[in-house]
């Protein structure tokens, strides 16, 4: 057969044949300097991901009521802007075409001392809006 020698025997040998494996210590420490390192990144993400959406206390939650498109060059939005009486809020509403390109925006200054209001706002556009969105309102 190809797989035997002259003598009967397997070609490669017997497992008996070879020394036992040395011991190999150490994997405890391997798995602990994983664990740590798998902690660290975890816990960065978990930071970046908590300081991009908690804002730092600058995010004034806004929601739209309502908005109208009345001609091709004009949009119309009602919305609501939640903030502390005593802080402003800068808020950017944005006007979107049917490709979802920009084609008009407008930022709306909400003075202190008004708390949460609603809003109704006009902006001009370069053309035929299909929606009316809030982008972003901050407290500044």
């Given at each position: 057969m190809?797989?035997?020698?002259?003598?009967?025997?397997?070609?490669?040998?017997?497992?008996?044949?070879?020394?036992d494996r040395p011991k190999r210590g150490g994997r405890l420490v391997v798995h602990v300097v994983i664990g740590v390192l798998v902690a660290?990144?975890?816990?960065g993400w978990g930071?970046?991901?908590?300081s991009m959406t908690a804002g730092g206390g600058s995010e004034a939650p806004a929601?739209?009521?309502?908005?109208?498109?009345?001609?091709p060059g004009r949009a119309e939005i009602t919305f609501e802007v939640y903030k502390p009486d005593d802080r402003v809020a800068?808020?950017?509403?944005?006007?979107?075409d049917v490709y979802h390109a920009e084609v008009g925006s407008k930022e709306v200054r909400i003075p202190a001392g008004q708390g949460s209001k609603q809003l109704k706002e006009s902006l001009d556009t370069s053309g035929q809006a299909t929606s009316v969105h809030i982008q972003y309102c901050n407290l500044v």
């Open positions: 190809v797989t035997e020698d002259v003598g009967n025997g397997p070609v490669l040998g017997t497992p008996d044949d070879f020394p660290i990144v975890a816990g930071w970046v991901m908590w929601q739209v009521v309502s908005f109208s498109i009345d001609a800068v808020c950017r509403i944005r006007a979107l």
